[in-house]
């Protein structure tokens, strides 16, 4: 898997959009960009994934950049909710690449 | 994370005990893995399986812990002669069978907390 670089952590406004970075700067044409989150004693969520295009879904949307060495999750209505460590995954896809590399991810807070 | 069950949600077991974590995968997943997360760090790779089938343990302890996945029935995480180390919680996670050319997505459960006395 490619090495995946987030900020430590990042405050947001309730209501208001979040914008989590991550850099892969070295990935590979057949690696997709996965985000999970893990809110506090609950298991990994998985929120979205892409290859190349941008993808939004009912949780967030994923944009990628035209190089693909970096992408931004974006949550469009944080609630507190969504406090949470985000992680950026990188992985190799249509293959076994299951072991998922969770670094320290970004620790997002939501304030009201 | 619907779809991926695991019990029990919390186990307490004295030293020298054993411990066996349960997981039903999501329906139609029949890939199966299992991860660790010890307190204040990430959660690491421990096992994949497949229906009776073990692909991959490198992340698993020499000793003491082993896995399964029948025929029938949940896969099975089993840790024998438990020491306070193995604190932990402990993640399965399921997917699809692999499709060319497309990012299966690997969905995990709520965990399994067990504690060590």
């Known amino acids: 898997d490619a090495k995946t670089t987030q900020p430590t952590s990042m405050d947001c406004a309730e209501g208001r959009a979040a914008n989590l970075p991550c850099n892969h700067s070295t990935i590979s044409g057949n690696e997709y960009v996965y985000w999970y989150r893990q809110i506090h004693s609950q298991g990994p969520q998985y929120i979205i994934h892409?290859?190349?295009n941008n993808e939004t879904n009912e949780m967030a949307s994923l944009i990628i950049t035209e190089d693909r060495k970096s992408s931004t999750l974006i949550l469009p209505h944080a609630t507190l909710r969504d406090t949470a460590v985000y992680y950026c995954i990188v992985r190799v896809g249509g293959s076994n690449d299951y072991k998922l590399s969770f670094g320290a991810g970004t620790t997002v807070t939501v304030r009201a | 994370n619907a779809g991926v069950m695991q019990n029990p949600r919390h186990l307490v077991r004295r030293r020298g005990q054993e411990a066996r974590l349960r997981c039903s995968p999501m329906?139609?997943?029949?890939?199966v893995y299992w991860y660790r997360q010890l307190p204040e760090e990430g959660l690491k790779f421990m096992v994949y399986l497949q229906k009776e089938n073990i692909i991959d343990e490198s992340g698993m302890p020499k000793e003491r812990f082993s896995a399964e996945f029948p025929k029938e029935g949940p896969s099975i995480l089993r840790i024998q002669q438990v020491v306070r180390g193995d604190s932990a919680a402990y993640f399965c996670?399921?997917?699809?069978?692999?499709?060319?050319?497309?990012?299966?997505?690997?969905?995990f459960g709520e965990g399994s907390w067990l504690t060590v006395v």
């Open positions: 329906k139609g997943h029949s890939h």
């Open positions: 892409g290859l190349k």
């Open positions: 996670a399921s997917s699809p069978p692999v499709a060319p050319d497309s990012g299966n997505t690997i969905y």
